[in-house]
């Protein structure tokens, strides 16, 4: 029986390992909120949860974590945009690590201060500098946004926001 019940724990513990962490109501109603700060600066209507676009980035999280080592790529997902996050776990002089508690504004925020490098005028980002996350954010087109993340083997994670219809397009202003 504690032969058993033993297989039994590590199934389940490995199965857990394997999982992107599913967000809470809080969290996912925290990532909306989060969006639509930054697009109410610009007066742009706000964002809605997608049960099936948070699925689409799920699943994409999943495959971070379990096939590419947490290493981020685009999952060019037709007709969805995506912003990805990655976060390093915190690390200790004893050499222990753990995952580091992240809010969903701090990684939203993350995405939406690159503002400052985005030159709207010439419709770039400043020289050396990212800012397309941010643009996604503010995209006025886009009506949807659905996340998720996954806590990776060596306590980093990755956090995928889909949006719906897709921004980013080369030549076009985001508002």
Request: charge should be positive.
């Amino acid at each position: 029986m504690k032969t058993v019940l033993a297989f039994l724990s590590l199934c389940l513990a490995s199965h857990a390992a394997f999982a992107a962490a599913t967000l809470t109501d809080h969290e996912k109603s925290d990532i909306v909120t989060a969006h639509n700060q930054w697009r109410s600066q610009l007066k742009i209507p706000p964002l809605k949860w997608s049960t099936s676009i948070a699925n689409i980035s799920k699943n994409y999280a999943n495959q971070l974590k379990t096939t590419q080592d947490c290493n981020l790529s685009h999952s060019h997902t037709n007709g969805l945009g995506e912003n990805l996050f990655w976060a390093s776990p915190l690390s200790y002089s004893d050499g222990k690590s753990e995952v580091q508690a992240l809010t969903p504004k701090q990684v939203i925020d993350e995405w939406g201060n690159e503002k400052a490098d985005y030159h709207y005028a010439t419709n770039s980002c400043g020289w050396g500098k990212v800012c397309g996350h941010y643009t996604q954010i503010v995209w006025k087109a886009t009506t949807e946004v659905g996340c998720a993340k996954a806590v990776c083997a060596d306590k980093s994670q990755v956090w995928v926001c889909n949006y719906k219809p897709a921004g980013n397009f080369i030549g076009v202003k985001p508002y």
